[in-house]
């Protein structure tokens, strides 16, 4: 999932680019929608990478999985 949403965000982002780079061959809403997807794309990205690296309460530790008897 994790390397499908890096292909994804990098598909994203780099039609999106290209589309804002290139605003005169586009109509106005192509362009509005364009700036929008890259803006959410890229605001998810540091929402989940927040939520699942920087996070500290989201680090597993480690404990024993047995008990000695």
Avoid: C, H, Q, R
């Avoid at 890096?6 to 780099?14: N, R």
């Avoid at 061959?25 to 939520?51: E, Y």
């Amino acid at each position: 999932m994790g390397f499908f949403s890096i292909i994804l965000l990098a598909g994203i982002a780099i039609v999106a680019t290209y589309i804002l780079l290139n605003n005169k061959d586009f109509f106005t809403s192509v362009v509005n929608s364009a700036g929008v997807a890259l803006f959410v794309d890229i605001l998810g990205l540091l929402i989940s990478v927040w939520k699942i690296v920087l996070n500290p309460n989201s680090v597993t530790k480690l404990e024993p999985v047995t008990k000695d008897e």
